[in-house]
Every structure is written in C-alpha cells, then in structure tokens.
C-alpha cells in the first residue's frame, strides 16, 4: 500500500510506562512533533501515573488511557487498538504503535514519514536488528534461531494490513506476555518473519543492511552511524545505562560515547531532556561508565582565554598545621590570577568546609576544592597519603591550561555538575576502597532514604566516582544545591563526625543526581599516562592469573567462571 508523500492521515498508539508515573519533558517533545504528523495521538499509561503527568499528556495528545500494567508494551497496544475498535482505525491509512524507550525526534518525523510514505509496504519500523544464528533465549525462539526482525518500538501498519484477517489473528488471539522474555520471544523477534512469510512487505527507515555480519543490533552498536549518515531520528535509552559487559563483549565499549557525540553535534537538539529522565530512574555509576564520563584534559595547551567572565573560584581546605606552602605552593601558583582563591584553614570538619563554600558557590560559574590534608596523620606507610595528594593536586590543577581545559569542558556539557580525581586503586588504598563503595554502601543508602531520595543505586560492576580524597570542580550552581541538602537537620550528626566525613564525600554525587546532574572523573594528561599505566599493569598480572586457572576466552564468560556460574 502506497501512501502520498505529504499524507498525514494516520493513528498513533503511544505506549507510555513510568516507575514513578512522572512524565519527562522529553515525552512532550516527542508527542509534539507527532502531532505535527499524525490525525490521532492516542496515549495508553501501563500502571500508575501523577495527576499532574496524566494533565501533561492530555495537553500532548487526542486522546488518554490508563490501564493496569499487565502485558507489557504488548498488552498496551492490544487494549489500545481494541478500545478504539478497527473499525474507528480504518479511516486511517496508517497505524503506528511506539513506546517510550527512546529519546526523539533527532530530527523531524516528518522527514521519516515523508520518506516511507511513498514506499509499496505493508508495515515498517525505524531500525531492526540482525540475524542470529542459534536462539539466544535457550530455546524459546519457534523459529530455532533470533531471525532478522524490526525492533517493536516502533512499528507502522498500512491499513490494508492491519484491517486483513492474518494481522486480525494475531493480534486478536495471542496471549498477553507474563514477562519480558516473553514479550520478546513470542511477539517483537517473531512478528516480521511471521508476516514476511504470509507474503507482507516490510521495510526499515534506518536502513542498516550494510551493518549485516558485523553488528546483530546496530540501533546500539552503529547508533552514531545511523544518526549521522541515515537520519535516524530516534536513539534508545538504554543507550545511557546498559551493563557496560554488554557492549565490551561485542565492540571496545565505543558505542554510547559516539552516539552521544552525534546527538550533541545536531542543530536544535537538547540533550537536558535525557539526562534529567536518565539521572532520576537509572544507576549512576552505570551511566558514567556507559558514556565515558572520563575527561583527560590537556596539561599543556589550552583554547581557554582567562578573563574575569570565567567567574571561578579554587576553595583550598587546609587542615590545621598543614605547611599550605610546602605541601601545594608550587599547584596554588598555577591557578591564574582571573580565578579567585578562598582559604579555609580552620579546624572545622570537610563537611562543614564545604557547607560554606557551597553558600559562596552561587557567586561563580565553577568551583574547585583542593582538599590538602595532613599527610603525618595518615597510616602508614604515609608515602601513600603523600602520592594520593599529588595525584589530588595533579587532577585538579595541574596547570594553568589545566584549569582552563576543565573549565571548558564543564562549559560544553551543560549537565555535568561534578568531576572528580580517578578514585585511587593503589597501596592500601586497593583493599580500603574493596569494591568501590569503601564499605559504605548500607550507610550511604540510609542516607539517601533519610533524604528521601528515589533513585536506584545499585551494586554493579560499574564503581562510584567521587571525590575520595575530598578535591574536586564542581559547577557553581550545582554545588550550591548539594549544599542544601548537607545543611538538613537529619545530617547534622553526619556533617559534625569526624569519622564519617568520607560518608560525605560518597553522597556528593548522588546529591548532583538528585539536582540531575551528572559526575565525570578528571585528569591532566601528565597524570593519566601514570594512571593508565598503573590500571594496566594490575589488569594484566590479574589476567595472567586468571587465564592460568581457567584458560584464555571472552572477558564475559572468564567472569562466569570466577563466579562460579560458567
């Protein structure tokens, strides 16, 4: 069935599903434009939804239904199209049904639709994904193996299809999913081949066919391609949070990093919209990690020009009878002369501290803290504590250019509110960090509870990046916000305990992620030929003896067997 090029005559299932019912800006744009493309928007809420997100999606629809969250995306779309009844579809010659699991439009969907319109099809989708020789879900694949099949976040039927009696059928007299390998395997992998082979053309906008034998799903693993060279007006969420193993075991974990890259590179595009849904429903060190939220800044050349207009500022925190001089003369003196330097040398706590440069934070674009700590208290042997605050001072400032590098950064990536020293892996260090969370995963989600905070934080394979040994840049406004929630009452005790100030320095982040912002780790490139070399050497010797025990093979399937699970 061939449409005309300017048709606009079409019905849209918009399956909507939120954990929180909340609905995210980036839902009302992608609404929006569909509007603009569409003669009915139809909105289907699986589960709960806020009063005020149901009013939002009123304003950005025809049409708003709310119904139990059972079936999955599946069962949406079924009640959906049985609640509007195929006889009120048939005076549209196309019906679309979407979800929320992507971010859009990259570009206009008109310009997709513009291009499908004319095209003999009987349905279609946006990308799809790749034979797969074998059935990766052990078995519950009726065809025996993962066939080439449009992905089900989108899917457009031509009205000859979706009124004839085999899609009828189908839709009709399958049984809802009970879960999401269910939805998979009886409905998204089987659904093109079950009508490719009943004689039904399909087709995909994102025409990946190029890909074939090199990527099974290039919607991730050639995102940045299809954006950048077919247009592709959608990218996947999960692009920003996947376990990273996923990626790792099918390319050098490029993937998300040049997505992002090309998302941000795009005219009239804003990225604020995905991080503010990201931050408030996923893993934070997850996202970090997915994204290479990693920033080697050049030590010594930078574009920056320092000037007044940059409004920085450098808090130093200096524990008392610490030789200020000694210890970080040589690092103050590189701090240009256009960003001002506060000294705080009192014996209040690291906290306390940095409750007050938070209430000054407002005053400056970006903030940095150079924490200089008494090195003799520390266990020994102290040359640790020595080489963690030259690590410190070489990450956050460095140098000039340094600084000036970093400040650009943060200007650039207007999310990100916190960057941080890598988190140290060496000397005692290695064992006291352990698995990342230094011991105070239970403490740090107490906390996030007492503050009422909702966002998941996990135990991955992916580690927190915060401020270890209490030195970071910050971004002005962020820090000011974090600030606020280390002045609440119910963390007074913590603020106050000298024992519990590295407890603090974990909650930074997080408190940035409860304000959506983002936190990324920063060094100078002197540091990270040191850093990289230090990380390489312990994978390597961790290698050695792990392919002595078990053998050589994929990173995946070498966890597998540490863990017990191969």
Not at 20 to 30: C, E, F, K, P, R
Not at 93 to 100: A, G, K, S
Not at 229 to 249: A, G, N
Not at 444 to 456: A, S, V
Request: charged fraction near 25%.
């Amino acid at each position: 069935m061939i449409l005309d090029v300017k048709s606009k005559n079409r019905c849209v299932v918009f399956l909507f599903y939120d954990k929180d019912g909340i609905v995210d800006q980036y839902v009302l744009d992608m609404l929006d434009d569909l509007r603009e493309n569409a003669a009915f928007v139809y909105v289907a809420v699986n589960g709960v939804i806020t009063p005020e997100g149901r009013a939002r999606l009123a304003r950005h629809s025809d049409e708003v239904f709310c119904r139990v969250n059972a079936g999955f995306d599946v069962g949406g779309y079924r009640d959906a199209i049985f609640n509007l009844g195929f006889r009120e579809l048939a005076k549209y010659d196309e019906l679309v049904l979407m979800n929320y699991t992507f971010f859009a439009p990259l570009y206009p969907f008109r310009e997709m639709f513009e291009t499908m319109n004319p095209k003999d099809l009987d349905f279609w989708g946006i990308t799809k994904h790749h034979t797969v020789p074998g059935d990766p879900y052990d078995g519950k694949i009726v065809y025996g193996y993962l066939p080439e099949h449009l992905n089900s976040h989108f899917f457009a039927l031509r009205r000859d299809f979706f009124l004839s009696w085999s899609y009828r059928d189908f839709i009709c007299n399958m049984k809802n999913p009970g879960s999401y390998l269910e939805s998979i395997t009886q409905y998204e992998v089987i659904f093109t081949k079950h009508f490719a082979d009943l004689n039904y053309k399909w087709a995909a906008y994102a025409d990946s066919d190029r890909f074939e034998g090199t990527y099974y799903a290039p919607f991730m693993f050639a995102a940045s391609e299809l954006i950048e060279e077919d247009r592709c007006p959608i990218v996947k969420r999960r692009t920003f949070f996947s376990d990273y193993q996923f990626f790792l075991l099918n390319t050098a974990g490029e993937c998300s990093y040049r997505a992002y890259e090309a998302i941000k590179k795009l005219p009239g595009v804003r990225t604020r919209p995905i991080w503010d849904n990201i931050l408030r429903l996923q893993n934070l060190p997850d996202i970090r990690q997915v994204v290479h939220l990693t920033y080697l800044v050049d030590s010594e050349f930078t574009r920056h020009t320092f000037s007044p207009d940059d409004e920085a500022a450098v808090f130093v925190f200096c524990e008392p009878g610490v030789d200020r001089e000694l210890v970080a003369g040589r690092y103050l003196r590189k701090i240009p002369d256009t960003v001002r330097v506060i000294y705080m040398d009192g014996p209040e706590t690291y906290a306390e501290k940095l409750i007050a440069a938070s209430m000054q934070a407002e005053d400056y674009f970006f903030v940095g803290v150079l924490n200089l700590f008494d090195v003799r208290k520390a266990p020994e042997p102290k040359s640790d504590a020595a080489s963690l605050l030259y690590r410190e001072e070489e990450s956050v400032i460095g140098s000039a250019a340094q600084i000036g590098n970093i400040l650009d950064e943060m200007k650039e990536e207007r999310a990100l509110g916190l960057l941080v020293p890598p988190v140290p892996s060496f000397g005692r260090y290695f064992a006291e960090i352990g698995d990342g969370w230094t011991g105070l995963y239970d403490e740090l989600l107490e906390t996030l509870k007492l503050l009422k905070m909702t966002f998941p934080v996990t135990k991955t394979d992916a580690h927190p990046a915060f401020p270890y040994g209490g030195s970071f840049w910050a971004r002005g406004k962020a820090l000011m916000r974090a600030g606020l929630y280390l002045r609440d009452g119910r963390l007074a005790e913590l603020v106050r305990d000298p024992d519990k100030q590295l407890l603090i320095r974990l909650l930074l982040p997080f408190l940035m992620q409860e304000e959506r912002y983002l936190t990324g780790i920063v060094t100078g490139t002197k540091y990270a030929a040191i850093e990289f070399t230090n990380q390489d050497y312990m994978l390597r010797v961790n290698n050695r003896m792990v392919f002595e025990k078990f053998g050589p093979d994929y990173y995946e399937q070498e966890l597998k067997k540490i863990r017990g699970k191969a």
